[in-house]
């Protein structure tokens, strides 16, 4: 069986030549790449079929009593169905096969079309959906990444957001780190400063720690809690991998808040 393998494949190159063989794979490719553009034009549920029937599923599950103690803790700030994270996932599964046939772009506009509507849940589920989905940056997401961001914010969502997609996307685009920060920084949004701290937390031995510093530097005065949190987040995080710079920063910088500095003390 094997040497008919060889065989086919030896006959193949003769009949078809290199370049013959190259053509097949790329007509093989296109026909796949129609296949999929066919499926997601004409098969797929359209989107606001799609958006009602994910809040009919939700609806499905919904708890009253334990959205009771899920809005206590989120200081009532905002309504929920009372669905926790295990539920959540399975309703994400039960979508899973057909938004698999979804592209990227798409799968962005439904998770801003989910930020709109009230319960909790809806956010968390577009928050599913992108650490998903979004995998290649365009030039043009910070629009929805600062969109997203700056509605409904809390630290349930911000991290999340600052973390995965401002990460990602200012990963992809390192000359753009900068300004982003100004700019973010200067808004005066609380939410926005707090992700120019954070953004850079999956980076690792790639953290551009000179930038990081100086936003730690010019945030550091804010006495805001989530500030302070954040401050010693990303300090922390970078002492996984560069112990050395952070306690010699800190070193230097005795006016680093209690909050932050026990914060990012905890693997010195």
Same mark, same amino acid.
């Given at each position: 069986?094997?040497?008919?393998?060889?065989?086919?494949?030896?006959?193949?190159? $003769?009949?078809?030549?290199?370049?013959?063989?190259?053509?097949?794979?790329?007509?093989?490719?296109?026909?796949?790449?129609?296949?999929?553009?066919?499926?997601?034009?004409?098969?797929?549920?359209?989107?606001?079929?799609?958006?009602?029937?994910?809040?009919?599923?939700?609806?499905?599950?919904?708890?009253?009593?334990?959205?009771?103690?899920?809005?206590? @803790?989120?200081?009532?700030?905002?309504?929920?169905?009372?669905?926790?994270?295990?539920?959540?996932?399975?309703?994400?599964? #039960? #979508?899973?096969?057909?938004?698999?046939?979804?592209?990227?772009? $798409?799968?962005?506009?439904?998770?801003?079309?989910?930020?709109?509507?009230?319960?909790?849940?809806?956010?968390?589920?577009?928050?599913?959906?992108?650490?998903?989905?979004?995998?290649?940056?365009?030039? $043009?997401?910070?629009?929805?990444?600062?969109?997203?961001?700056?509605?409904?914010?809390?630290?349930?969502?911000?991290?999340?957001?600052?973390?995965?997609?401002?990460?990602?996307?200012?990963?992809?685009?390192?000359?753009?780190?900068?300004?982003?920060?100004?700019?973010?920084?200067?808004?005066?949004?609380?939410?926005?400063?707090?992700?120019?701290?954070?953004?850079?937390?999956?980076?690792?031995?790639?953290?551009?720690?000179?930038?990081?510093?100086?936003?730690?530097?010019?945030?550091?005065?804010?006495?805001?809690?989530?500030?302070?949190?954040?401050?010693?987040?990303?300090?922390?995080?970078?002492?996984?991998?560069?112990?050395?710079?952070?306690?010699?920063?800190?070193?230097?910088?005795?006016?680093?808040?209690?909050?932050?500095?026990?914060?990012?003390?905890? @693997?010195?």
């Amino acid at each position: 069986m094997e040497d008919n393998l060889k065989s086919w494949s030896i006959i193949k190159d $003769e009949v078809y030549g290199r370049k013959g063989s190259e053509r097949r794979d790329n007509l093989e490719d296109e026909i796949e790449k129609t296949k999929n553009y066919l499926n997601s034009k004409f098969l797929r549920t359209p989107f606001k079929t799609m958006i009602n029937q994910i809040q009919s599923k939700f609806e499905e599950n919904r708890n009253p009593e334990i959205a009771k103690g899920m809005e206590a @803790y989120m200081k009532n700030k905002f309504p929920f169905l009372g669905i926790k994270s295990p539920e959540r996932k399975e309703i994400h599964r #039960f #979508f899973g096969p057909e938004l698999r046939t979804w592209t990227q772009d $798409e799968l962005i506009q439904l998770a801003i079309d989910l930020w709109e509507l009230e319960e909790r849940e809806f956010q968390y589920f577009a928050l599913d959906l992108l650490k998903w989905k979004y995998k290649k940056a365009k030039e $043009e997401d910070l629009d929805w990444i600062l969109d997203l961001i700056t509605k409904k914010s809390w630290w349930d969502t911000v991290d999340m957001l600052a973390a995965r997609c401002l990460g990602h996307y200012l990963h992809a685009f390192p000359e753009k780190q900068e300004q982003v920060c100004k700019d973010f920084i200067d808004s005066e949004n609380l939410w926005l400063q707090r992700s120019t701290l954070i953004f850079q937390l999956k980076y690792k031995d790639q953290t551009n720690t000179e930038l990081l510093f100086k936003n730690i530097l010019i945030l550091n005065p804010d006495k805001e809690f989530f500030i302070q949190k954040a401050i010693g987040w990303s300090l922390r995080e970078l002492s996984k991998t560069n112990p050395d710079l952070v306690r010699q920063f800190l070193q230097e910088h005795p006016e680093i808040d209690k909050l932050a500095l026990r914060e990012a003390s905890k @693997y010195l």
